[in-house]
T-cell receptor, first 110, second 115 residues
């Protein structure tokens, strides 16, 4: 059962543009993680956020956990072709389960 | 950097045949997960181990799938008999934390094609 919906599902932008990916749920999560996955490889952890309202930055990537811990966003500034991949959010609950979102496939065109 | 090892990388099998995947987690990681991922979608949990014990296998189709981690280290996922709908990427991940809140380290996966 997918508890996390991501939007948009597909995103194709030009190099240098900014973008935001959303991860939404009706459930409250104890923590939330973002991963990036390249074709033919496993997902790689980018960040973990645990506090409602928390903002974390990783170079050109900014991650925010919603105040109610039900949603999150990933903002990329000045996208580069190397940012191309499948972005996945994953929410953890008190039952020690992590559920992955539906994924956002990003293509950055040089 | 420590990695999660999976083999084989690719597997093509005929429907009704048996197939097995192997995973060796990062040394010292007590928690091991098997996920199935359809192309372009998020991974779905099949089974979670804590050491050698199954913590959650509620989403594992037990009529055809089995998983074991006998010594609490490496793990094997088996499908018998394979069906066309089983074609997917099978990912193994491990975590130092039972809660998973330090994040998972994934292997490169096994791409299964059932023909």
């Amino acid at each position: 059962t997918q508890l996390l919906e991501q939007s948009p599902q597909f995103l194709s932008i030009q190099e240098g543009e900014n973008l935001t990916v959303y991860c939404n749920s009706s459930s409250v999560f104890s923590s939330l993680q973002w991963y990036r996955q390249e074709p033919g490889e496993g997902p790689v952890l980018l960040v973990t956020v645990v506090t409602g309202g928390e903002v974390k930055k990783l170079k050109r990537l900014t991650f925010q956990f919603g105040d109610a811990r039900k949603d999150s966003s990933l903002h990329i500034t000045a996208a580069q072709p190397g940012d191309t991949g499948l972005y996945l959010c994953a929410g953890g609950n008190t039952g020690n389960q992590f559920y992955f979102g539906t994924g956002t496939s990003l293509t950055v065109i040089p | 950097e420590a990695e999660v090892a999976q083999s084989p990388r690719y597997k093509i099998t005929e429907k009704s045949q048996a197939v097995a995947f192997w995973c060796d987690p990062i040394s010292g990681h007590a928690t091991l997960y098997w996920y199935r991922q359809i192309l372009g979608q998020g991974p779905e949990l099949l089974v979670q181990f804590q050491d050698e014990s199954v913590v959650d296998d509620s989403q594992l189709p037990k009529d055809r799938f089995s998983a074991e981690r006998l010594k609490g280290v490496d793990s094997t996922l088996k499908i018998q008999p394979a069906e066309l709908g089983d074609s997917a990427m099978y990912l193994c991940a491990s975590s130092p934390s039972y809660r998973g809140d330090y994040g998972y380290t994934f292997g490169s996966g096994t791409r299964l094609t059932v023909v």
